[in-house]
Nanobody, 124 residues
Framework: QVQLVESGGELVQTGGSLRLSCQAS????????VGWFRQAPGKEREFVAAKPRGNDSPFYADSVEGRFTISRDNARNTVTLQMINLNPEDTAVYYC?????????????????WGQGTQVTVSS
């Protein structure tokens, strides 16, 4: 099974940019779809972005569309979330996730593997 470790979270000002990374370990990383979720204090964990396996296009939550970009490097077993034009509503713990399901959903329960999370704080 795959193991996931996030990095890159930090304090950033409104309008700033940040790049999160997720390092995966374990066999056959390319067979997993990968994604990012986030959880703000007092709120449910919510979907942010996903990149299916193969050449299928990524998809995003409406709240981050056009500002966040998810990408993966199967040779290096990494998943990246590039974030621009950040605002305080983006403040959350960001989690990397993976699944072998063919049909992806935005539901947390449909993702099988999780990292420990990395904190992103956007100051106003």
């Amino acid at each position: 099974q795959v193991q996931l470790v996030e990095s890159g979270g930090e304090l950033v000002q409104t309008g700033g940019s940040l790049r999160l990374s997720c390092q995966a370990s374990g066999p056959a990383f390319r067979v997993y779809a990968v994604g990012w979720f986030r959880q703000a204090p007092g709120k449910e964990r919510e979907f942010v972005a996903a990149k299916p396996r193969g050449n299928d296009s990524p998809f995003y939550a409406d709240s981050v569309e056009g500002r966040f970009t998810i990408s993966r490097d199967n040779a290096r077993n990494t998943v990246t979330l590039q974030m621009i034009n950040l605002n305080p509503e983006d403040t959350a713990v960001y989690y990397c996730a993976a699944t072998q399901r063919v049909f992806l959903s935005r539901s947390r329960g449909d993702w099988d593997y999780w990292g420990q999370g990395t904190q992103v704080t956007v100051s106003s």
